[in-house]
């Protein structure tokens, strides 16, 4: 008869040695890059190229109440943008690639809100390029 601790032991083990290598190497493919305005400014434009499973998480600070609004146009159409809160690595709370590629609404939490931009898998895969354009402003 198996012992239910063992086998949880067993499976929490596989989980350790199998699974966890590879979030630790997704994340070591992302390039983080913050984002500043100018001085007196709240918005900013970013022009960026992306390679293959590229992925670039830019990172500005803003606070919850704030209006953000992100537009972005790429010259490869399998090029998107997730946006994230504050603290979250994985979930995004706007996804480009089930909606448009413009984003404009109210921040729910204050710190350091991620826009990471990537290429769909299969286009990653294929290593293709993408040019693309980020226009992002935040207001009060």
Same mark, same amino acid.
């Given at each position: 008869m198996n012992n239910p601790n063992s086998t949880f032991r067993l499976f929490f083990t596989a989980v350790l040695i199998f699974i966890l290598p590879l979030f630790a190497f997704s994340q070591e493919q992302i390039e983080v890059k913050k984002v500043e305005f100018e001085k007196g400014k709240s918005s900013a434009m970013i022009s960026g190229k992306l390679k293959g499973e590229? !992925? !670039?998480d830019y990172v500005l600070n803003a606070k919850a109440g704030q209006e953000i609004s992100v537009k972005f146009t790429s010259s490869n159409s399998a090029n998107y943008f997730n946006l994230m809160a504050p603290g979250e690595e994985y979930v995004a709370?706007? +996804?480009s690639s089930m909606g448009e590629n413009s984003y404009q609404g109210k921040l729910e939490?204050?710190?350091?809100?991620? !826009?990471r931009v990537y290429l769909m898998r299969s286009a990653a895969r294929? +290593?293709?390029v993408a040019d693309f354009k980020l226009e992002i402003s935040i207001e009060d």
């Open positions: 590229q !992925i !670039i709370f706007y +996804n939490k204050s710190g350091d809100q991620r !826009i294929r +290593n293709e």
